[in-house]
């Protein structure tokens, strides 16, 4: 038998490398799952509800059941993520039993802890968790997380806070470059982030794992905007599944993903795929109903 | 006017390139630049008449697969190859070239005359980091990564064994074809990226036996 290792931080982070350039799209049963394949989708996201019904339902969203998640495995063969919530590690062993590829410790679920994430080093499964700015994203990547994505404001169809999320990250990567060695511990103070991981951001200009957007994104030219500030690929939660064709969308966000920076195309791209997703005006959301203040 | 002989003499510098429609283009990208190599990523036919070489990165098989087809790149990468262009698959790469893939009736190129199982190994949480000998590689083991990934069932005649996991093949070479189920765009090590580069230099110029001794070995099998 060949010696191996199993799990590794290299097999964790290079599985989010291999998702880039893609589109993850929510999914809530193996028919979707099976269009969303078909759309060349590089993962789904398998949950009960997307995010625009879980905002109009209310009460407590939780992992999904397992047999749900089974029949989806079971449907595709590109890699099955799930959600778990904030701090609920024992949802994430759940999934983790299941045989899930990704974890995400989501917002878009009701948090369980109000103090602490889930310790991510402790899984052989990769995480991939939200975040609003900089900080955030190497707090979550202090406790394992292998992929980031900005949170935007799930299940709003309103790309804004996608945008605000990713602007943020981006402007503080840049200021972090342009400043000298015995700034960072007081910047790493500031940002609440690991002074190593601050060190490291400084002098590659990225984050140390894939960052990737989510929350809002509904037409292919939402992707393309996100790609070109940044995104190194794309969630998309209710906008396919929500819009009134969800085939077509599918395949049109995947391919402005790829021809992200090509206007002719993505005009091409872009024509006749009927209604997007409802949306809804952010500022006329109260606090309590953001779901991206979710987690810190 | 342009003299064939003194292009020998005097080659275009070499260029290869990383189809990126999807996966972990920017590493090897990298991973080339640092082999002195210079690299371009490929999403237009137009590009493909540019390389004298292709990586197709790790991504998802069938993502990859739709995107060759829906713009034609497909067929393009195939005229190119029996021009002499020289192609190494990683991963999904390797599950494209494949002649047959089990259990499935995904796009792909179907030029290496192998049969592929995808996510061979088990999902995500199977994945794994191992020591490989290979004997056409110098030097210490080569450290290989395994993100989901395939391996080779079956391999026709043409098809040369570099590396095995397990008794299942992981590193093949099919004349101007070569494939790996790792990924050693995730490491520092440039070898494998480096022996491909051998293969693109000895379609470019005919005299590459005399700086390539590993490669012209394995012509004389």
């Known amino acids: 038998m060949t010696d191996t290792q199993k799990s590794t931080w290299q097999t964790k982070v290079g599985l989010a490398e291999m998702l880039k350039g893609g589109v993850i799209m929510d999914v809530t049963n193996a028919e979707q799952a099976k269009i969303a394949e078909e759309a060349g989708a590089v993962a789904v996201m398998a949950l009960e509800r997307v995010p625009s019904d879980i905002r109009r339902d209310g009460g407590v969203a939780r992992m999904s059941d397992p047999q749900m998640i089974r029949d989806i495995m079971a449907t595709v063969t590109i890699p099955v993520m799930a959600k778990a919530r904030i701090g609920h590690f024992a949802e994430a062993q759940i999934l983790e039993a299941l045989g899930v590829d990704f974890v995400d410790e989501s917002e878009v679920l009701t948090p369980a802890d109000d103090l602490y994430h889930i310790d991510k080093h402790a899984f052989k499964v990769p995480f991939v968790c939200g975040c609003r700015d900089l900080g955030e994203a190497l707090r979550r990547i202090g406790e394992g997380a292998a992929m980031i994505r900005t949170k935007g404001e799930a299940g709003s169809g309103n790309i804004v806070e996608a945008v605000r999320h990713m602007r943020t990250v981006m402007s503080e990567i840049r200021k972090l470059q342009g400043m000298g060695k015995e700034e960072m511990m007081t910047e790493a103070k500031n940002l609440g982030a690991p002074y190593d991981l601050v060190c490291w951001v400084a002098e590659h200009g990225k984050l140390p794992v894939p960052n990737f957007s989510a929350g809002g994104i509904a037409t292919p030219a939402d992707a393309s905007l996100m790609r070109q500030l940044g995104a190194e690929a794309v969630f998309v939660g209710s906008g396919i599944f929500k819009s009134t064709d969800p085939a077509k969308r599918a395949k049109a966000i995947v391919d402005a993903t790829t021809y992200y920076d090509k206007p002719e195309m993505l005009a091409e791209i872009s024509v006749g795929l009927g209604d997007a997703m409802p949306g809804l005006d952010i500022r006329k959301m109260d606090e309590s109903e953001m779901m991206a203040n979710r987690g810190w | ?221």
């Not at chain 2, 490989?132 to 026709?156: N, W």
């Open chain 2, 1 to 221: 006017m342009t003299n064939p002989k003194s292009e020998i003499r005097n080659p275009k510098p070499m260029v290869v390139g990383v189809l990126a429609v999807q996966g972990a283009v920017e590493k090897h990208i990298k991973a080339l630049e640092r082999c002195g190599v210079h690299a371009i990523p490929v999403r237009f036919c137009a590009e493909l008449d540019d390389v004298q070489g292709l990586i197709i990165p790790g991504g998802e098989s069938t993502t990859v697969g739709k995107l060759m087809d829906r713009y034609g790149l497909d067929k393009k990468i195939v005229e190119r190859v029996g021009e002499g262009m020289c192609v190494y698959g990683t991963c999904t790469g390797m599950i494209l070239l494949a002649k047959n893939i089990v259990d499935s009736d995904q796009h792909r190129l179907g030029l290496m005359d192998t049969t592929i199982l995808r996510n061979a190994f088990g999902r995500q949480v199977d994945s794994f980091e191992a020591d490989l000998s290979i004997d056409e590689i110098a030097g210490p083991p080569v450290h290989a990564i395994f993100i989901r990934a395939p391996y080779a069932t079956e391999c026709g005649e043409g098809v040369l064994t570099l590396a095995e996991v397990d008794g299942h093949p992981v590193l093949m070479r099919q004349d101007n074809l070569l494939a790996s189920a790792f990924h050693p765009e995730l490491t520092d090590d440039t070898r494998v990226h480096e022996y491909f580069i051998s293969m693109v230099r000895c379609q470019v110029s005919p005299r590459c036996e005399q700086s390539v001794p590993q490669v012209s070995r394995l012509f004389d099998k």
